[in-house]
């Protein structure tokens, strides 16, 4: 019997609104002023005190093996100084593990950002550069008593590979 991990390559589609909204929002430029809407965040941040702040990702490419889910509240990504990105996804779900069937990779431009909503599995963000900054927006103790991990490699001898 075999140990070895097989890589399985996930191809990356460009983000929309409508191909998003199973996993979140995809939240784009409006105009000042405009009144809130269903367009904007729908933001779930009750359970915590929120806690915005910048992370700096260095060296992250284009594999992952590790999918994570937060069951508490909401979570904002964006980068910053339009650096395009990948993240994977799977639909929210009340087991242990994602739906591998669901699971998609989004390539998500700089000028725009997205709200995963609760309990919707994600790895990355993942990226080519060798850094890049991204504004986060979720509870103050999310990756303390609200991180949720499901490792591919261990549990089913995969990996995944995001491909254009």
């Known amino acids: 019997?075999?140990?070895?991990?097989?890589?399985?390559?996930?191809?990356?589609q460009l983000i929309t609104a409508e191909s998003f909204r199973p996993y979140g929002q995809?939240?784009?430029?409006?105009?000042?002023?405009?009144?809130?809407?269903?367009?904007?965040?729908?933001?779930?941040l009750k359970n915590g005190v929120p806690r915005f702040y910048i992370m700096r990702l260095q060296t992250r490419g284009r594999k992952f093996k590790r999918i994570t889910?937060?069951?508490?509240?909401?979570?904002?990504?964006?980068?910053?100084?339009?650096?395009?990105?990948?993240?994977?996804?799977?639909?929210?779900?009340?087991y242990p593990q994602p739906d591998l069937e669901k699971l998609k990779v989004f390539r998500i431009?700089?000028?725009?950002?997205?709200?995963?909503?609760?309990?919707?599995?994600?790895?990355g963000p993942l990226f080519d550069q060798p850094a890049i900054n991204f504004y986060n927006l979720e509870l103050s103790d999310t990756n303390i008593v609200d991180h949720f991990t499901y490792n591919f490699a261990q549990e089913q001898l995969i990996e995944f590979e995001i491909v254009d």
């Open 69 to 94: 889910r937060h069951s508490q509240c909401t979570q904002c990504l964006g980068s910053l100084g339009g650096q395009e990105w990948f993240l994977g996804v799977a639909p929210p779900s009340p």
């Open 1 to 12: 019997m075999s140990n070895s991990i097989t890589v399985r390559p996930l191809s990356a």
């Open 109 to 123: 431009p700089g000028d725009c950002f997205i709200k995963l909503e609760v309990g919707t599995w994600h790895a």
């Open 26 to 44: 995809l939240i784009i430029p409006s105009h000042d002023g405009k009144p809130f809407d269903e367009s904007d965040a729908q933001l779930h």
